[in-house]
């Protein structure tokens, strides 16, 4: 496609929970990475991915978050036992490269509500 | 940690100038960017600036940085109701980490 697209765009599950994310970067960009957006915040970096590698997972808030790239193109961001305070937007973007003046375009987010 | 504040609201009348203001701790931020968000739609890149410059141009935009304050600010000349998004100021310091701030809601009044 053109863009950046994530699937589903809405997800709503239930405290305890599993939940999968799904991100499909622009063809032939290398670098994809996720953030998380709470409500009135700006986005707050998760991980990035350099091809099939996690290069930076700093940002995970613990263990129940993981993502994975297998190929080195679609990554998943799994989240294991959600709880209230997951709920936010989850923006992937992606690049061409991995320099920090590579642009990077994100897609349009899921939301992902935790009752 | 890096820490990159902005104020929540403007409003301004459509056509006027608009001047968005940002501040970031990181004094090894090499870039710094301003993005726009508009509802429904993605984070969209509209400019950056290198750490070694204190201003850039572009089109309606006008980017300048006070390095020494740690101050960045965006100036949209003649702004039209199509403006009206939320905008982030973001910076990194050369690593793909980005610091993103609250972002700034401008509000276009025709």
């Known amino acids: 496609g053109a863009g950046v697209s994530q699937t589903p765009s809405n997800k709503v599950t239930e405290k305890g929970k599993y939940v999968e994310l799904r991100c499909d970067p622009i063809s032939g960009h290398t670098a994809l990475y996720w953030y998380r957006q709470s409500l009135g915040q700006g986005p707050e970096f998760l991980i990035y991915f350099q091809g099939t590698g996690a290069a930076d997972d700093s940002g995970l808030p613990n263990d129940r978050f993981f993502a994975v790239r297998p190929e080195g193109s679609v990554s998943t961001l799994k989240i294991q036992r959600t709880e209230r305070g997951d709920s936010a937007v989850y923006l992937c973007?992606?690049?061409?490269?991995?320099?920090?003046?590579?642009?990077?375009?994100f897609g349009p987010g899921t939301r992902l509500t935790v009752l | 940690g890096e820490d990159v504040e902005q104020s929540l609201f403007l409003s301004v009348r459509e056509g006027d100038s608009s001047v968005i203001n940002c501040t970031y701790t990181?004094?090894?931020?090499?870039?710094l960017y301003w993005y726009k968000q508009e509802p429904g739609a993605g984070l969209q890149l509209l400019t950056y600036?290198?750490?070694?410059?204190d201003m850039k141009q572009d089109q309606r935009l006008t980017v300048l940085l006070n390095k020494k304050d740690k101050h960045l600010s965006l100036r949209i000349a003649d702004t039209q109701t199509g403006d009206s998004a939320i905008y982030f100021c973001a910076e990194t310091g050369g690593y793909q980490k980005v610091t993103f701030g609250t972002g700034t809601k401008l509000q276009v009044i025709p």
């Open positions: 990181d004094s090894s931020s090499t870039y």
């Open positions: 973007a992606s690049s061409l490269r991995q320099g920090a003046m590579d642009t990077q375009y």
């Open positions: 600036i290198f750490s070694n410059m």
